[in-house]
């Protein structure tokens, strides 16, 4: 069995990224259960994902989200239900993001939104199946509300990918496996 080996800057990235998506995550409005709440965080975790790669991207997509299940300053504990799901659900997004971000060499766009559609889909998917289990056929309301603000997430993380890529001045912080830089 191959251990995840993690450096001191990997752990470093992973925990700025996850109080990141902790924070954006916060900024959000409730809806009615099963819809959860409406947030920032997917945008967040969009650019964790493709500006680190799926290590980062798995384990503060994981980390960032399950605190705000576990403890929100809104909310205090009252999306805890969620926190197992949520684990699994957005650390597995995380990792598809950064896995997939990098598919179309050469045509970088193209390979991330492809990478958020990817992750979006089975973000709601997940999240559709855990309401499913805890509320019934109500759930059906997730996949109704869920892909018109992941859309706007998509729309909002593009420009603001290349904002931040231009004050970079680089394209990744963590390059995909096959690029130099």
């Known amino acids: 069995m191959r251990k995840l080996k993690i450096t001191s800057r990997e752990a470093a990235y992973i925990s700025v990224m996850a109080a990141s998506i902790y924070v954006a995550t916060s900024i959000a409005v409730p809806m009615p259960r099963p819809l959860g709440i409406w947030h920032f ?3 967040i975790t969009f650019i964790t994902g493709i500006l680190f790669g ?4 798995l384990l503060a997509s994981a980390i960032g989200p399950t605190l705000f299940d576990v403890w929100n300053p809104l909310h205090g504990s009252s999306y805890i239900v969620y926190a197992p799901a949520t684990l699994v659900i957005r650390g597995f997004m995380g990792w598809i993001l950064g896995s997939l971000r990098g598919v179309f060499r050469g045509k970088p766009r193209s390979s991330e939104i492809l ?3 990817a992750a979006v889909t089975e973000k709601n998917i997940g999240y ?5 289990y805890l509320y019934g056929p109500v759930a ?3 996949l109704v509300t869920f892909f ?3 859309a706007l997430y998509i729309i909002l993380t593009v ?5 931040l890529r231009r004050l970079l001045g680089r394209m990744y912080i963590v390059p995909p496996h096959w690029t130099v830089t």
Request: aromatic residues 16%; glycine residues 4%; negative net charge.
């Open 128 to 132: 559709f199946l855990y309401d499913y």
């Open 140 to 142: 059906y309301l997730d």
């Open 41 to 43: 965080g997917d945008v």
């Open 159 to 163: 420009p603001l990918l290349t904002a």
């Open 148 to 150: 018109p603000m992941d």
């Open 54 to 57: 799926p290590i980062v991207a």
């Open 115 to 117: 990478a958020m559609v």
